[in-house]
């Protein structure tokens, strides 16, 4: 195995060239590095949040606000399904997770309920032939539920959705390289580096941005309704407009905020008040015009989270597709709107369960700690290979580790994988466990030659028959590092996988390179014995 071979030369040597490549924008200055040609990798490590400092949260998805909502969804659909079968009924309301509804004629309450079940609910999936909601007739009243399957289906889809929703508002901040996962059934761990205001994270995360456009009902006054006197199929929201504390306007939303295409924050060229610009896909601009053209003279209101933003009265037909929302916005607060639009409303309400903040100046302190103890442990490792197998042997051993961490920094800055605290550990462990591989192969060498073998036979020997243990070495330790990767969550995740790469390094490093720098010293120096006996 001591023999060179052209392909062991070639790849050590691309190796060396590829860490000094990809890990050269670590040590540049900014500005140096922006200056260099389109060509030059620039990608540099990222430091987690506790070695950058930032912001983090732990939030808890609220399903059961998602369940209601759908009940309320389904009291409407109950409603017009009726209305549209001129099936009359009473009693219509939603209590203890069900929907319940009275028909006034009990000879239609069979066609009632086959309307229901045709026209309602989805296929279950996972079961042929079954729905996700359930209805059970007991005399003239109709109950309606959803099965406990398609509840936890949707709560799970809901926290999914909520990650990615997430995810595009923070990259619309210009975060770099958060971190977001799920904890849990119903949580959600979000990490910042780099953002030191959690209350706009929060803001800005927090909010629901549920965006919809409403009919105004005009059927009975304000004072009417505030009384208590609502229409079926009305709702009183609260209001942000001056002297209007709340609005009455129709349940069933025209237009939402899912049909945008775009959202930016601008200047109003009349008043030049902040304002939010807004774009519709083809099918909502549809919608919008046809609603516009048929409620000439009317109002609408722009509700947002269940909060009525402007009722304004429609003085033509908006066919064009696009609009804008205004408010007592400041631009600050126009441009989070308009990012909260962009990325999508989330699907269900969130709490903030837990918050924390790292300071920058702590982050320094943890970068400073982890480059003493990698240094110590560098030169605690130096020394030891040089006074045990002396400066031949022991420095081309520390060689082979310093391309070993060339080759982990690179890979790291490649795969932009995020450097934390644990994952400094992880390297530091790497490390250490790299010159195992030095350390078999060179006392394997030291047997042959006590046996009596020549260097070459010897050093032959070192590698051929060290392998399989450091190959049983390593492929317990990768193991347990993707048990962990698998299994582990934020600084977990990154001691694993600085750990799984420090473990190919190693092996190539600690094997590869040892081999191409001893051949080539025995090609020199032609030994009579080796310098390690």
């Not at 008043?271 to 774009?279: E, I, L, Y």
């Not at 033509?316 to 631009?331: H, L, P």
């Not at 070993?404 to 800055?413: E, F, R």
Request: charged residues 15%; neutral net charge.
């Amino acid at each position: 195995m001591i023999n060179l071979s052209r392909w062991k030369v070639i790849a050590v040597v691309l190796s060396v060239i590829f860490g000094v490549v990809f890990t050269l924008p670590n040590l540049l200055p900014k500005a140096t590095l922006d200056g260099l040609p389109s060509f030059v990798p620039k990608q540099t490590l990222n430091l987690g949040l506790d070695l950058q400092g930032g912001s983090y949260l732990l939030l808890e998805v609220n399903t059961d606000a998602l369940r209601v909502q759908r009940l309320t969804n389904l009291v409407e659909d109950v409603r017009t399904q009726m209305r549209d079968q001129d099936i009359a009924v009473s009693d219509l309301h939603q209590a203890d997770g069900e929907v319940s509804v009275r028909v006034t004629d009990p000879a239609q309450v069979s066609a009632a309920a086959n309307a229901l079940r045709n026209s309602l609910g989805q296929p279950l999936p996972g079961a042929p032939g079954g729905r996700d909601i359930t209805i059970t007739v007991d005399g003239q009243t109709i109950r309606l539920g959803f099965v406990q399957e398609a509840i936890n289906a949707e709560a799970s889809r809901a926290v999914e959705q909520s990650i990615e929703i997430i995810r595009r508002r923070i990259d619309e901040l210009g975060t770099r390289e958060p971190t977001i996962i799920r904890q849990g059934v119903n949580r959600i761990v979000v990490q910042a580096p780099g953002e030191s205001d959690p209350e706009r994270l929060k803001s800005v995360i927090g909010q629901t941005a549920k965006l919809t456009f409403q009919m105004v009902d005009d059927s009975v006054s304000l004072q009417e309704a505030m009384a208590g006197r609502i229409p079926p199929g009305a709702e009183l929201l609260p209001s942000e407009e001056a002297g209007a504390p709340s609005v009455l306007v129709r349940r069933r939303a025209l237009v939402s905020g899912e049909m945008l295409t775009d959202a930016q924050q601008r200047f109003d060229q009349q008043t030049g008040q902040a304002v939010v610009t807004f774009r519709f896909n083809s099918q909502g601009a549809r919608r919008f015009g046809d609603a516009t053209s048929q409620n000439i003279g009317k109002r609408f209101a722009i509700v947002l989270d269940g909060k009525v933003i402007s009722a304004p009265v429609i003085q033509g037909a908006i066919t064009g597709g696009s609009g804008q929302i205004t408010g007592n916005f400041t631009a600050q607060s126009a441009n989070d709107l308009a990012v909260l639009l962009r990325a999508g409303a989330l699907p269900a309400p969130l709490t903030v369960e837990e918050q924390r903040t790292v300071g920058a100046e702590l982050g320094a302190d943890a970068v400073r700690a982890g480059q003493l103890s990698t240094g110590v442990g560098f030169v605690s490792i130096l020394l030891f290979m040089l006074l045990s197998y002396g400066f031949l042997f022991g420095g081309i051993s520390v060689v082979a580790l310093l391309v070993n961490c060339l080759l982990i920094v690179a890979t790291m800055s490649l795969t932009q994988a995020t450097l934390t605290l644990p994952g400094i550990a992880g390297l530091i462990l790497t490390l250490a466990v790299a010159v195992d591989a030095n350390v078999l192969i060179y006392e394997r060498m030291r047997d042959e030659i006590r046996a009596g073998r020549s260097v070459i036979a010897s050093m032959d020997a070192g590698f051929s028959k060290a392998m399989s243990t450091i190959i049983d070495a390593n492929v317990t330790t990768i193991l347990a590092a993707m048990i962990l990767f698998w299994l582990g969550a934020g600084p977990v995740k990154g001691f694993a996988w600085t750990l799984s790469i420090g473990v190919f390094t190693s092996v190539f490093a600690a094997v590869l390179v040892t081999q191409v720098l001893l051949g080539w010293w025995y090609r020199a120096a032609r030994p009579k014995t080796l310098p390690i006996v």
